[in-house]
């Protein structure tokens, strides 16, 4: 599994190093890739190649589509470290952005991985049919804003030292995490016409997204700063409001595990294809960092 990983982080790493090789050179192109690059396990990636391969795509396009998912994920993580949010000084392992350049800097970076994702996906070299690429366009854009990975951060911090019941607690972890996991699953079905799966993988992606939320929270709960490459113990005293929080922790894995068959059950109609699929869903769960 850790191989497939490697394989799949260098590949994007080098598209990404190229792509921003070709960019015009502004003094915004060093935050940019210092928040980007190297570092990020790229689980969100993986998932793209996982479903790619049960719809047999080239692997070419997905790695494209993964590198503008990659660009999100980067930019959400500069903003969520800002002081004006979960104000944190460590972020895979070395300073955040904000830390290592300055406030302005950080948030001027973010705007622009976010935009840049948005040129990678409206590229003429990603050979995608204009349709196709508008629709990929139009999700990942749904997915970012307030319907989506911003709504659901307003909701964590207002959330914040409140007891909030399961219902609000999964509609924000949808949005802020599920999201983009669920973007993940539905640009391979957009990519290959396969449409009538769509709301099959929309409920995986989100689930997946709730599960891999769960994980990083049992991670600030149980796992050490030096293993995790940030601040861990963090949720508690902030008075985040998690699962763990409302229902405790081991009822939080029992609802984990639950999570996990319902998407394995969900994969079924994939037979064999899905075989990668599951292996990631469980380093999803098992993971440690
Ligand atoms: C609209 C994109 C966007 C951002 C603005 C700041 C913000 C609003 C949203 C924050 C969203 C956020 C940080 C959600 C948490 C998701 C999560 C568990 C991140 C950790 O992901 P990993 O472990 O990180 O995959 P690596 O470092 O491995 O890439």
Same mark, same amino acid.
């Given at each position: 599994?850790?191989?497939?990983?490697?394989?799949?982080?260098?590949?994007?790493?080098?598209? &990404?190093?190229?792509?921003?090789?070709?960019?015009?050179?502004?003094?915004?192109?060093?935050?940019? &890739?210092? *928040?980007?690059?190297?570092?990020?396990?790229?689980?969100?990636?993986?998932?793209?190649? #996982?479903?790619?391969?049960?719809?047999?795509? #080239?692997?070419?396009?997905?790695?494209?589509?993964?590198?503008?998912?990659? /660009?999100? +994920?980067?930019?959400?993580?500069?903003?969520?470290?800002?002081? /004006?949010?979960?104000?944190?000084?460590?972020?895979?392992?070395?300073?955040?952005? +904000?830390?290592?350049?300055?406030?302005?800097?950080?948030?001027?970076?973010?705007?622009?991985?976010?935009?840049?994702?948005?040129?990678?996906?409206?590229?003429?070299?990603?050979?995608?049919? @204009?349709?196709? %690429?508008?629709?990929?366009?139009?999700?990942?854009?749904?997915?970012?804003? +307030?319907?989506?990975?911003?709504? *659901?951060?307003?909701?964590?911090?207002?959330?914040?030292?409140? %007891?909030?019941?399961?219902?609000?607690?999964?509609?924000?972890?949808?949005?802020?995490?599920?999201?983009?996991?669920?973007?993940? /699953?539905?640009?391979?079905?957009?990519?290959? *016409?396969?449409?009538?799966?769509?709301?099959?993988?929309?409920?995986?992606?989100?689930?997946?997204?709730?599960?891999?939320?769960?994980? @990083?929270?049992?991670? @600030?709960?149980?796992?050490?700063?030096?293993?995790?490459?940030?601040?861990?113990? %963090?949720?508690?005293?902030? *008075?985040?409001?998690?699962?763990?929080?409302?229902?405790?922790?081991?009822?939080?894995?029992?609802?984990?595990?639950?999570?996990?068959?319902?998407?394995?059950?969900?994969?079924?109609?994939?037979?064999?294809?899905?075989? @990668?699929?599951?292996?990631?869903?469980?380093?999803?769960?098992?993971?440690?960092?």
């Amino acid at each position: 599994m850790q191989k497939k990983i490697n394989n799949i982080v260098h590949k994007i790493n080098t598209y &990404l190093y190229r792509y921003f090789f070709k960019q015009k050179k502004t003094e915004l192109i060093k935050p940019m &890739l210092y *928040g980007l690059l190297p570092g990020g396990k790229k689980v969100r990636s993986k998932i793209l190649f #996982d479903v790619g391969s049960i719809f047999n795509l #080239d692997k070419k396009k997905i790695i494209q589509v993964a590198a503008a998912v990659e /660009c999100i +994920h980067a930019y959400s993580l500069i903003h969520d470290d800002l002081p /004006c949010m979960d104000n944190d000084n460590l972020r895979r392992g070395k300073l955040t952005t +904000h830390k290592k350049f300055s406030e302005s800097t950080a948030i001027l970076a973010g705007n622009s991985l976010l935009t840049i994702a948005f040129q990678i996906l409206s590229e003429k070299r990603l050979n995608l049919s @204009d349709q196709k %690429k508008i629709k990929l366009i139009n999700l990942l854009a749904e997915s970012s804003g +307030h319907a989506g990975i911003a709504g *659901g951060q307003f909701l964590d911090l207002s959330y914040e030292k409140i %007891k909030k019941n399961k219902k609000q607690i999964l509609d924000m972890q949808i949005k802020k995490t599920g999201k983009l996991f669920s973007f993940c /699953c539905l640009a391979p079905v957009i990519m290959s *016409g396969q449409t009538k799966y769509f709301n099959r993988l929309m409920k995986i992606g989100n689930e997946i997204g709730l599960l891999f939320q769960i994980s @990083d929270d049992l991670i @600030d709960l149980r796992g050490k700063t030096s293993k995790a490459g940030k601040k861990t113990k %963090k949720d508690l005293k902030m *008075g985040k409001a998690t699962l763990i929080s409302l229902l405790g922790t081991d009822n939080t894995i029992k609802y984990a595990e639950n999570l996990k068959l319902k998407i394995f059950k969900n994969l079924r109609i994939f037979g064999n294809r899905s075989r @990668d699929f599951k292996e990631t869903v469980n380093y999803i769960l098992e993971r440690t960092k």
